[in-house]
């Protein structure tokens, strides 16, 4: 088995434990775990929630459509589901500071 299987294994696990409203005991009894292994997942589970909780804030993006205008010396730049419009006397470290900031939320 992968890590990848193992880890989604134990998601399922997981989910159902919580949703079962049983005891770590009894659950672990009627699924033929132990205990400590279902608590070891449960913490590593949590570990990787909470390090990636910045997927769960929203920030305010605002579109419009664009005006009619001439875009040959202008660039597009897609990052996810999201496109920057690059346009010449550009500030280098705005957009660095842009993508890095669109690479982490998408």
């Not at 579109?63 to 999201?82: C, M, R, W, Y």
Request: charged share 25%; proline share 6%.
């Amino acid at each position: 088995m992968t890590k990848a299987e193992r880890q989604k294994k134990w998601e399922n696990r997981i989910t159902a434990y919580k949703a079962s409203g049983r005891s770590t005991k009894e659950w672990c009894a009627a699924h033929d775990l132990k205990p400590h292994q279902l608590w070891y997942w449960l913490r590593k589970h949590q570990l990787a929630d909470s390090q990636t909780g910045m997927s769960s804030r929203w920030l305010p993006v605002e579109f419009s459509d664009p005006e009619p205008e001439n875009h040959t010396s202008s660039l597009l730049i897609k990052v996810g589901q999201a496109t920057v419009e690059v346009k010449p006397g550009f500030d280098p470290t705005l957009l660095s500071e842009i993508v890095r900031t669109l690479a982490a939320l998408c």
